[in-house]
């Protein structure tokens, strides 16, 4: 059974920062693109990064340039997403996901964590 499990998540003040695991399980990704996703109230789901198991190349949105920062742990499965410098408008559920198809549209990815809030505060 496959099972993402995103942890990390939390109630920040803006400007601060946040590191949301996932740890995954049930197949092998090393062929898989990682990403993480996030979903506002009321808002589409939106790309955030995603980092390739096998070569560890990665891509981010735009709007998390030089203050996110995704990585993976081979060895523990897990995939990490480092937020720095946070705003309000980043209140969201946070999501892992992985994929045999490289790109930010949430619909090439199979599988699905459960997500987890986070909640910037001004």
């Known amino acids: 059974q496959v099972q993402l499990v995103e942890s990390g998540g939390g109630l920040v003040q803006a400007g601060g920062s946040l590191r949301l695991s996932c740890a995954a399980s049930?197949?092998?990704?090393?062929?898989?693109?990682m990403g993480w996703f996030r979903q506002a109230p009321g808002k589409e789901r939106e790309f955030v990064a995603y980092?390739?198991?096998?070569?560890?190349?990665?891509v981010y949105a735009d709007s998390v340039k030089g203050r996110f920062t995704i990585s993976r742990d081979n060895a523990k499965n897990t995939v990490y997403l480092q937020m720095n410098s946070l705003k309000p408008e980043e209140t969201a559920v946070y999501y892992c996901?992985?994929?045999?198809?490289?790109?930010?549209?949430?619909?090439?990815?199979?599988?699905w964590g459960q997500g987890t809030q986070v909640t910037v505060s001004s």
């Open positions: 049930g197949r092998t990704f090393r062929s898989y693109a």
């Open positions: 996901a992985a994929g045999p198809v490289f790109g930010t549209v949430y619909s090439l990815y199979d599988y």
């Open positions: 980092i390739s198991w096998s070569s560890g190349g990665t």
